[in-house]
């Protein structure tokens, strides 16, 4: 517990520091001025806590006298609980009253006599050191509440996530199999449009040696029916058919290799292959927003949950998105690099500010307005690469110039 005594007087000084070391007070700490106080008592800088635990004011000093030192002090939300006891020789109730306005506690009468100064010290202190063991208890309780919070708010994100990926391979599988006689159906369809054109084309030879009375009616039934477009244009739906259950198909394809919901293990698992169907998942999000450039090193193999990193690429991506205002470009790097893999990916969009770069992985940080973005992303992304898997993830970035997000997998861990 430290004493501050602010008085202009040397002589004050001596004989506090006699009476007060006598009575086992070491750390003690003097000013000859207000603004010598308040230098010492780190007023202006930034520090969390009060520099002294109770402070000792003359009244009656040059320049700044105590009571607006006190006053001042006061405002400190710092010193709000650390108790001044004036020194006056002054005992006139205008004088004591402007002290306690000012935020004083006590007050003692020059000359000082050791008896009631240390009286006074004692029980300010013994007040002072429950309060600082209260604020300590609120601190860590409020700690504990804040990290319960944030654990809370990512296992429900989490969670959310997972049963979202669990849907979506749900929804997958009851797709595929529909999917699956749909393409083997336009195959059938397309052989059956290949026959009837044969068939078509052997009617109109047959027909070219007939009457010509039946060839006009025939010219008209086929003109009435459309067949010449018709046969035309059946190879062109077809295939464009075709083409689309196919995307379907690797749409699904690419969920289910997502969600990954088989495999809440780890396993070992091609890193280029998650980019890749994360990148079909976010698709929508990018289209518009970005060129994507992907620069992939030899397929390689980490021991992972695939599922989980997704996840964590998904996030970065779509972060990526957001931070491009209308058109950019994002690259995609893998290399491996002695046993880790690292995975870069950047944007060309407005860059973080460097006093908010420390702060982005916090959960709840965000500079998303309120429904777009719950500043869960990276944090979720920081457990899941540093604590889940053994990596590291770092960022870079100039404002106005992009961001660089950094994954440095190990290979190998079993
Ligand atoms: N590529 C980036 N460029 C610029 N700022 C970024 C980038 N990535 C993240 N940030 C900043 O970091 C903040 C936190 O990102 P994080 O992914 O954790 O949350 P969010 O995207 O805001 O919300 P959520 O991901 O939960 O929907 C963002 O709000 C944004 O300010
Ligand atoms: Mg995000």
């Given amino acids: 517990m430290r004493i501050l005594v602010v008085d202009d007087s040397v002589h004050v ?5 006699v009476f007060l070391t006598a009575d086992g007070h070491e750390d003690l700490a003097f000013a000859f001025s207000a603004r010598e106080a308040f230098e010492l008592l780190g007023l202006d800088d930034d520090t969390p806590s009060p520099a002294a635990d109770l402070v000792l004011m003359d009244i ?75 604020i300590k208890r609120n601190d860590e309780v409020q700690r504990t509440y804040e990290d319960l919070k944030r654990v809370q708010a990512q296992l429900l994100q989490q969670d959310k996530m997972a049963s979202i990926g669990q849907l979506a391979a749900g929804v997958a599988h009851e797709i595929n199999n529909p999917m699956g006689f749909i393409i083997s159906n336009l195959g059938s369809l397309g052989k059956y449009v290949e026959k009837l054109a044969a068939y078509l084309d052997a009617d109109e030879k047959l027909l070219a040696g007939c009457d010509p009375a039946i060839r006009k009616i025939a010219a008209q039934e086929r003109q009435k029916h459309k067949v010449d477009y018709i046969r035309k244009d059946m190879p062109n739906l077809i295939a464009e058919t075709s083409e689309g259950a196919q995307r379907v198909r690797q749409i ?147 404002v106005g110039e992009g961001t660089t997000f950094s994954i440095m997998l190990p290979m190998k861990r079993e």
């Fill in 13 to 17: 000084h001596h004989q506090l520091r």
């Fill in 60 to 134: 009656e000093m040059g320049e700044m006298g105590g009571i607006e030192a006190t006053r001042r002090l006061k405002a400190d939300p710092r010193y709000q609980d650390v108790p001044i006891i004036m020194i006056t020789a002054d005992t006139s109730s205008e004088s004591l009253q402007a002290s306690f306005e000012a935020g004083a506690v006590d007050y003692i009468i020059k000359p000082i006599r050791k008896i009631e100064l240390l009286a006074r010290v004692r029980s300010f202190l013994r007040l002072r050191e429950e309060v600082v063991t209260r």
């Fill in 252 to 398: 699904v394809q690419d969920l289910k290799s997502f969600s990954r919901v088989d495999g809440t293990e780890f396993v070992h698992a091609d890193i280029n292959e998650g980019l890749d169907s994360t990148l079909s998942i976010a698709w929508n999000e990018l289209k518009y927003k970005a060129t994507v450039t992907k620069d992939y090193g030899q397929a390689p193999q980490v021991w992972c949950n695939p599922g989980q990193l997704n996840q964590v690429f998904l996030n970065i991506l779509v972060n990526a998105a957001h931070a491009i205002v209308d058109h950019g470009e994002i690259r995609i790097k893998t290399r491996e690099e002695g046993d880790s893999v690292r995975i870069a990916i950047s944007d060309t969009g407005g860059g973080i500010p460097p006093e908010n770069v420390k702060r982005i992985f916090d959960p709840f940080f965000t500079t998303k307005e309120v429904g777009k973005g719950t500043g869960l992303g990276l944090s979720i992304a920081y457990d899941i690469v540093v604590n889940k898997h053994g990596g590291r993830i770092d960022v870079t970035s100039e």
